[in-house]
């Protein structure tokens, strides 16, 4: 590491044989790392970092583990020279090493400070090292997975098909210390990209704010094999142990991704002593317990004795519910973008999976008009979205897709849009789902009208010619029949 350091002979380096001395000055930049990075920056990659020795210039410090080093020397490396520069004068190099087995070498001189720095304001991700104010916040600094500010309870759009779990999440996170436990372990399943990890994330930071004290974990099942298999090969499996039987709520994420009977059977005693003392553990995975093959029938049994719930595919009203509030985040980059309803109502129709794909169909829309200067319109959206289509090859139009799509757009059920009622809420969607019978299939008015409850031609004519006038005078409703069309389409 030698990023912006000074060009000097060797008499102009100082030499810092003295090692108070060096502790001292340590200190200084210790606080300095501290106010520009902020509590969770420096917590996680600088609060195990000790100072050894600094001769002819050569200023050496020492981490734990080689993942610190190499994070350290990948992301921080000028920040480090600059603020060593600043307390100790010219130098020729500033170099990061390994301490064995993740011990000092020699005791530190320094002497036992805290900093207290607000959180940045602008920083979105923070790695989690799940100990904050903890007064064994250095030994356990950088263990877990980074936690996204983003992803916390006040972002969570909530709805039917995901009540469940965030009220469970939402217990968890708020009951206090010492009390009875209302469900241990928590296990949440779902397929990817439904709100698992966001949920997670929630409870994490939601404990971290409101109880500080609490020693809590949130990480990845990839993340916790590294930590074993790194304790395995520096012989020191039993630190690995006792710090992770310390934790006050552990939060596993991706848990199918665990791998290797030795694997298993770790995180089983390590499960086991955490819920046996009455911690909190969170399980997140894409299969419920009963679906997780390679793991132990006992520990699949330990899982399904506390509460097992799951996250459905978000039905249309959270879909259209999620797409709106990603438009105000947008909008508040972008105080010049529009996007109408019926665009929204579009896509919310169009992609009927998870939180991820429809943001990324939403900033596909954003990016088309922002590119191309057009007005985003519902056959704009079309465009864009033209290859997210699930199906391969094109399929023939029926009329049952285009009851699907009106009963659901309406809300009215099969039934009604079958039946003989003359409601107002019930004969508009009956009129449109005609019309577009009539445009979009061969089927003869005839047809379209004994598929329409076995009403006669001459039904479905006034209905095609009624609908025909009111979108000459209602551009709304142009627009919402265009955009209805365009999901028929695309089913």
Request: hydrophobic share 40%; proline share 4%.
């Amino acid at each position: 590491m030698n990023s912006n350091l000074s060009q000097a002979t060797m008499e102009d380096y100082v030499d810092y044989s003295n090692s108070d001395k060096l502790a001292q000055k340590w200190q200084r930049i210790s606080k300095k790392l501290h106010a520009e990075l902020g509590d969770d920056l420096f917590s996680s990659w600088f609060a195990r970092m000790e100072p050894e020795h600094c001769m002819d210039g050569n200023f050496v410090v020492s981490v734990p583990t080689r993942f610190l080093r190499n994070w350290v020397d990948s992301h921080y490396s000028q920040t480090l020279v600059r603020i060593c520069q600043s307390e100790l004068g010219k130098l020729q190099a500033v170099s990061v090493v390994v301490r064995t087995r993740g011990l000092p070498t020699q005791k530190s001189h320094m002497p036992e400070t805290t900093v207290e720095v607000e959180n940045p304001a602008n920083s979105n991700v923070a790695p989690s090292n799940g100990f904050e104010n903890n007064n064994d916040l250095q030994n356990f600094a950088g263990r877990g997975s980074p936690v996204d500010r983003n992803l916390s309870f006040d972002t969570f759009i909530a709805g039917q098909s995901n009540a469940l779990a965030h009220a469970a999440a939402m217990r968890v996170a708020d009951a206090a210390p010492g009390s009875p436990l209302s469900f241990n372990p928590l296990f949440i399943h779902s397929a990817a990209g439904l709100g698992k990890t966001h949920l997670l994330n929630a409870i994490s930071q939601q404990i971290r704010e409101k109880q500080p004290e609490r020693k809590v974990l949130y990480i990845t099942a990839e993340r916790f094999m590294y930590h074993f298999v790194a304790a395995l090969k520096a012989k020191d499996v039993l630190s690995f142990k006792d710090f992770f039987q310390s934790i006050d709520v552990l939060l596993i994420d991706d848990f199918q991704f665990l791998q290797g009977k030795t694997m298993q059977q770790e995180f089983c005693h390590t499960f086991n002593s955490l819920v046996d003392a009455k911690r909190q553990v969170v399980v997140a995975a894409d299969v419920p317990p009963s679906q997780l093959g390679s793991i132990d029938q006992r520990m699949r049994s330990r899982f399904a004795g506390g509460l097992v719930v799951d996250i459905a595919t978000p039905e249309l009203e959270l879909r259209r519910k999620f797409l709106e509030a990603r438009l105000v985040r947008a909008q508040l980059k972008d105080r010049a973008l529009v996007i109408g309803d019926d665009v929204i109502e579009f896509i919310a129709n169009r992609i009927t999976s998870g939180g991820r794909e429809l943001e990324g169909a939403l900033n596909r829309v954003i990016a088309s008009q922002q590119l191309t200067r057009a007005k985003i319109t519902v056959e704009l959206a079309s465009l864009a979205l033209r290859d997210m289509d699930q199906h391969s090859e094109p399929m023939r139009i029926r009329i049952d897709d285009i009851l699907k799509i009106i009963g659901s757009h309406y809300s009215v059920t099969r039934a009604d849009l079958l039946s003989p009622r003359r409601a107002r809420s019930i004969v508009r969607p009956r009129q449109v789902g005609m019309y577009l019978a009539k445009k979009m299939t061969p089927r003869s008015l005839p047809e379209i009208g004994r598929r329409f409850g076995g009403r006669d031609h001459s039904t479905v004519l006034h209905a095609v010619r009624k609908i025909e006038e009111l979108m000459k005078a209602d551009d709304h409703l142009a627009r919402e029949v265009a955009m209805l069309g365009k999901l028929v389409e695309q089913r």
